[in-house]
């Protein structure tokens, strides 16, 4: 009887991070409880303690099924079922969700680092007050305990409309969903909605002092800081 070689037709099987096992265990929880849309799960510190991991932990897995479309993670309520899904499906996804992630920030860093030096050269008066109006925006959701997703995505927005530059602006409109990804994945992390409202100041307060170099080195500093993503790693 011949030995199958070393080096045959199997590879290696990756070990499953622990948000993953967290998020297999959460759909096994929805499936058995027949939970459909609108239903909410229970409070996060219940269910940290049920699975006996850290809250930090378990917010990854919340996040992980948040960008995957499943929950709905709404502050003051909770997470709100928005499908009941099969798992098989949605651990698929989850994998080449994180596969792409780091293209997406790499895709960031080249289109935005741009943005910001063009914003700092051709901003006018009223480019800057949309910049202010998005960043006291975000600074109201999380004063008030919120991701500030909203605020961050309008924070974009104004210093991209701020470049005048109508094709990186195509450009940043095909890759937005894309960016929600890294976007929801990024606020999820702990502090994080605090940091990134204060690297945004930074960004702003050298788009006004008109320093492309300035605007430049802030935004990729930010994008640095929002990749540091936990499900990158």
């Given at each position: 009887?011949?030995?199958?070689?070393?080096?045959?037709?199997?590879?290696?099987?990756p070990?499953?991070?622990?948000?993953?096992?967290?998020?297999?265990?959460?759909?096994?929880?929805?499936e058995?409880?027949?939970?459909?849309?609108?239903?909410?799960l229970?409070?996060?510190r219940?269910?940290?303690?049920?699975?006996?991991?850290?809250?930090?932990?378990?917010?990854?897995?919340?996040?992980?099924?948040?960008?995957?479309?499943?929950?709905?993670?709404?502050?003051?309520t909770?997470?709100?079922?928005?499908?009941?899904?099969?798992?098989?499906?949605?651990?698929?996804?989850?994998?080449?969700?994180?596969?792409?992630?780091?293209?997406?920030?790499?895709?960031?860093?080249?289109?935005?680092?741009?943005?910001?030096?063009?914003?700092?050269?051709?901003?006018?008066?009223?480019?800057?007050?949309?910049?202010?109006?998005?960043i006291?925006?975000?600074?109201?959701?999380?004063s008030?305990?919120?991701?500030?997703?909203?605020?961050?995505?309008?924070?974009?927005?104004?210093?991209?409309?701020?470049?005048?530059?109508?094709?990186?602006?195509?450009?940043?409109?095909?890759?937005?969903?894309?960016?929600?990804?890294?976007?929801?994945?990024?606020?999820?992390?702990?502090?994080?909605?605090?940091q990134?409202?204060?690297?945004?100041?930074?960004?702003?307060?050298?788009?006004?002092?008109?320093?492309?170099?300035q605007?430049?080195?802030?935004?990729?500093?930010?994008?640095?800081?929002?990749?540091?993503?936990?499900?990158?790693?």
């Amino acid at each position: 009887m011949r030995e199958s070689s070393a080096s045959g037709p199997f590879t290696r099987v990756p070990r499953p991070r622990l948000y993953e096992q967290l998020v297999e265990q959460l759909l096994g929880y929805i499936e058995a409880r027949q939970l459909g849309p609108g239903d909410v799960l229970p409070a996060e510190r219940e269910l940290a303690e049920q699975l006996g991991v850290s809250r930090a932990t378990l917010a990854q897995a919340l996040v992980a099924l948040e960008v995957l479309g499943v929950i709905d993670v709404q502050h003051g309520t909770g997470a709100v079922l928005v499908y009941r899904p099969s798992i098989a499906p949605v651990i698929k996804g989850l994998r080449e969700h994180s596969n792409r992630l780091p293209d997406i920030v790499e895709a960031r860093s080249t289109l935005e680092v741009k943005l910001a030096t063009l914003a700092a050269a051709r901003r006018t008066d009223a480019d800057m007050d949309a910049i202010d109006a998005a960043i006291e925006a975000m600074a109201a959701e999380v004063s008030s305990g919120d991701k500030g997703a909203h605020g961050d995505e309008l924070f974009h927005q104004a210093v991209t409309a701020a470049a005048h530059s109508s094709v990186l602006e195509q450009l940043m409109a095909f890759i937005a969903e894309m960016v929600l990804e890294t976007r929801l994945e990024s606020l999820g992390q702990p502090n994080r909605p605090e940091q990134s409202l204060a690297s945004h100041r930074t960004i702003a307060e050298a788009i006004r002092a008109q320093d492309p170099q300035q605007a430049a080195d802030a935004m990729q500093s930010h994008i640095e800081l929002v990749s540091d993503v936990a499900l990158l790693k």
